[in-house]
DNA sequence: TGCAAGCGCTGCAAAAAATGCACCGCGTAT
DNA sequence: ATACGCGGTGCATTTTTTGCAGCGCTTGCA
């Protein structure tokens, strides 16, 4: 969208920090960029960086300008999306943020069922932690957010809420895969693996262990849920996750069980969009088919 | 603001109906401007006109289209009037929609102190009945609505909301003055002078009536809250109209007095916003000076 | 039925705008 | 002191936009 330039290239500036760097990325010599936002604040009416020995910065009226751009861009996509679907066929670009725990098996199956009834559509898979989603849909650079336990929920328009306890995850030899459901302390008594402070799961954790007068030491702390899946069948540790994340195979070498939920309060999966936001077509369309997933799994 | 040109023009064609018609508006070449629309659709991906033999019209795409021209102006407004507000100053316009009966004292004064504060603001007082003026906020066409008993309420965010019986007006000579408050039945022997069907005011009176059992005969039916309040004087008639359009002057050659609320329901004046929008600063500025000012008046 | 009028659209030349190049002044780091 | 990277400017060049003339088409009217 040819008219879009100008925004594009201040966008390129933000980014390069610089005039000459910004040149370079798109395709441009330094005055004639230059010139075109020069231009852009004399028509706009204030200047929107600021000028600094080293480059340029977004001033006040640029930040506020950038919202603007934003959203200009955002509604664009949406009234593409819909004219697409007025013509039959379904077609955008979707881009979703979500925590880990979604990504083996409930993200990867979801798109692939969108995509075989929309094969026009595309997809950004955005793994964010809980406080990252929230600003993803705050910047427009996320539709939808589907993420465990987020923080500050505002500006998060909740489309769905899926209760999810904790699970313990071990080696399936482990005793504890005998109860159906864990107390804390059982866990406790082992070595634990734990994801770091940003998720949701080590959040309530630390909430219940603190409530009990314990305290988390746990031998491996990572970001990965993968690592965590995998190393307690390495030294026979507690992992923790969500069941959403986890496989329902009953010959996996690992194995999970719920943790009690008068020790362990229960998380909530939400999906949301940014507040106050029409979506595109496509990205409303696919966050209705993942409502009507998340409940599904709610009545199992 | 050039790089929105090619909207202008969109709209210039949408409103003249043909490119002919639009380019002598523009003051550009039919080509030009037939090039512009041409390279615009291709950009967009789909036409946005009909071709006609006798012009251009909008197809379906084209008013998802004008949507987003609408919000892509007015936010462009917003961003505008919020970077001058935090120069210091304030500039920027407003636009109102609102009942006629504002027009005589309210919305001057209201408007001579908002522009006392802030001269480098600007107005437009559009005149609208309570139809009109919801489609005015739905359509950007106005920021504000000032209206009394508005139909719909969709999209409308009330701001404030201020009870307004019916108020008889008449010469003061009438022997209607004599008393506090007046029955229905004590103006149905009058002689009537109504404002036309699409206004609040006729509304009440029309549901008071049909409840009594009576019909309403009135002698001058008009669109102008002036002419029935200066009628009354030449014939000894009786009109109807909100007290926040009527003088509070005790000189007045005519006198007004509240229909009693058992007789006739209390109508509202709404003050609203298009629901969900966020309004430039000095627009939104005024709303509150509207919510103050009608506050004032309602602790009378 | 023929004809004028109005419509969208197109080839081509002229006008306008955007771009690239060379270069300036300035502050900072080396 | 010097070199570097920064934003900004004058000028020639390239690209884009515009105006002009004219085409084919449909509609309304004599």
Not at 116 to 138: C, I, K, M, W, Y
Not at 158 to 175: C, G, I, K, S, T
Not at 233 to 240: L, N
């Amino acid at each position: 969208m040819k008219y879009l330039r100008t925004f594009e290239l201040i966008e390129a500036v933000v980014r390069a920090g610089s005039i000459r760097k910004a040149a370079e990325d798109t395709h441009l010599t330094a005055s004639a960029l230059n010139r075109r936002i020069q231009n852009f604040e004399q028509e706009f009416g204030w200047p929107i960086f600021e000028r600094l020995p080293r480059g340029m910065r977004l001033n006040p009226a640029g930040e506020l300008l950038m919202q603007h751009i934003g959203l200009q861009r955002t509604d664009l996509a949406r009234v593409q999306s819909q004219v697409a679907d007025l013509s039959g066929e379904r077609r955008g670009h979707i881009s979703i943020a979500c925590s880990q725990a979604l990504l083996p098996y409930f993200m990867p199956d979801q798109i692939a069922i969108y995509r075989a009834a929309h094969p026009g559509v595309s997809f950004t898979v955005n793994v964010r932690d809980r406080t990252q989603a929230e600003q993803d849909l705050a910047s427009f650079s996320s539709d939808l957010a589907l993420v465990f336990e987020p923080v500050h929920l505002v500006d998060f328009e909740v489309l769905y809420a899926l209760p999810q306890p904790v699970h313990a995850v071990f080696q399936r030899e482990n005793a504890m895969a005998r109860k159906p459901e864990l107390r804390l302390h059982d866990c406790l008594a082992h070595k634990l693996v734990l994801p770091s402070a940003a998720y949701g799961v080590r959040h309530l954790l630390e909430l219940a262990a603190a409530r009990k007068g314990r305290s988390l030491a746990p031998i491996v702390e990572t970001e990965s849920f993968d690592l965590i899946r995998h190393y307690v069948t390495c030294e026979d540790a507690v992992g923790f996750q969500i069941p959403i994340g986890l496989s329902a195979e009953k010959q996996d070498t690992i194995a999970h069980r719920p943790l009690a939920e008068r020790d362990v309060p229960v998380g909530r999966l939400l999906l949301g969009q940014k507040k106050g936001r029409t979506l595109p077509v496509a990205s409303s369309k696919f966050g209705q088919q993942l409502v009507a997933a998340l409940e599904q799994r709610a009545a199992h």
